[in-house]
């Protein structure tokens, strides 16, 4: 008797542990499945198409890759519910015509430089895109990113009432400082010299008495052809050579003073961008970083062997300014920061803040980094 009221006591307690598991497990499996992340993206998240027109050609290094990146990248990360469609320059709308059709939602967005905009927003604007003896990448990264510098670029088209949204998305390597078709020994070769020379950098060899001016990348080679010019910057050596210009100017010239980076921009609709969710946004923040990071490392991969084949094979000459004539290059610049800032406010916070940045920064800059010799050195 006693070994059967021990069976039963046995079979009782375990069904009533049976139970008491099954009882325990029932909800938290259904608190996990409610708190699938993929399933709650699956059923929160909209599809997402974004028209993105392009300011350059896809074939170009950089300018244009970058846009590819965020085509291939973004719908894999995103599970697909973020779709990108890129249209080549001018087949949606003329470049210079891409904030407002941004702004206005007629395309969700697009991929340039914000100095496109600078006759609607102001010269400021083409601090983010390249500053006269500026910040090398990595410094202009850390200002951007963990200074004021993205905060700064939004406030670029908020006060000017622009309904976009910005994001840092692509710096370049270095710009030659431009292809000339005489060399220029000093400064007083600028005087009275035609050349196509980009933003602040063009307005800084102005002052020296160089006839600037602006043209888009596709009209350089023919203006150089026809001597229209004498000379012209427009990239990196990887994408001046396939403009051609070594074929009618063979005098390249470095460093690019006037922009050690190069940096551009994607613009998307304020009310596209509201529409995301929360993820759908981290996506774009976290992928735009990531095009900036690849674009600037595909930059950096290719410029010495275009260099070289310049020289061996086109009968290109790489020539250095001397440190007189980046002298001369550096106080003319510093008078065009002063003349702006006295005419913009806003201009000047943006200089002033940069500035401010780079003091802080410099210290680290003089001693964490091995110093750069001259070519030939």
Partial sequence: MKNRFRSLFVIGLCIFLAGFFLNACAPEQSAEKAADPAEKVAKTDDTVLLKIPLAYPTALPGLGTVGIYLQEKVPL???????????????????F??????????????????GYWSGKTGNVANF?????????????????????????????????????KVLLCGILSPETSGWYKKEIKTVA????????????????????????QLLP??????????????????????????????????????PGWHQQSTFTELLINKDVWNK?????????EEMAKAGTIDSMAFSESIQSKVMKTNVEKHGVKNMY?????????????????????????????????????????????????????????
Avoid: H
């Fill in 77 to 95: 990360v995103s599970g697909n519910t973020i779709q990108i469609k890129l249209y080549e320059p001018k087949k949606l709308l003329p470049p």
């Fill in 97 to 114: 015509e891409m904030l407002d059709a941004v702004s206005n939602g007629k395309v969700e967005g697009c991929i340039a430089v914000s």
């Fill in 128 to 164: 983010f895109t390249a500053v006269p003896f500026g910040p090398e990448a990595p410094e202009f990264l850390a200002w951007a990113y963990y200074g004021n510098g993205l905060k700064l670029w939004q406030e670029l088209y908020d006060r000017k009432n622009y309904n976009v």
């Fill in 189 to 212: 070769g600028f005087k009275g010299l035609p050349i196509r020379f980009f933003g602040l950098g063009g307005q800084a060899l102005a002052k020296l008495g160089a006839s600037v």
């Fill in 217 to 254: 990348g596709g009209e350089i080679f023919g203006a150089l052809e026809k001597n229209v010019i004498e000379g012209s910057e427009f990239s990196m050596p990887a994408v001046d050579t396939l403009l051609g210009f070594y074929k009618v100017a063979k005098f390249n010239y470095f």
């Fill in 276 to 284: 995301m969710s929360p993820t759908q946004q981290a996506i774009m």
């Fill in 321 to 377: 300014w001397s440190d007189e004539m980046l002298a001369q290059f550096k106080k003319a610049w510093e008078e065009v920061a002063v003349e702006e800032s006295a005419k913009d406010p806003f201009f000047k916070k943006v200089n002033d803040d940069l500035n401010a940045f780079r003091t802080e920064y410099q210290l680290w800059k003089d001693y964490g980094f091995l110093p750069r010799p001259k070519p030939g050195k």
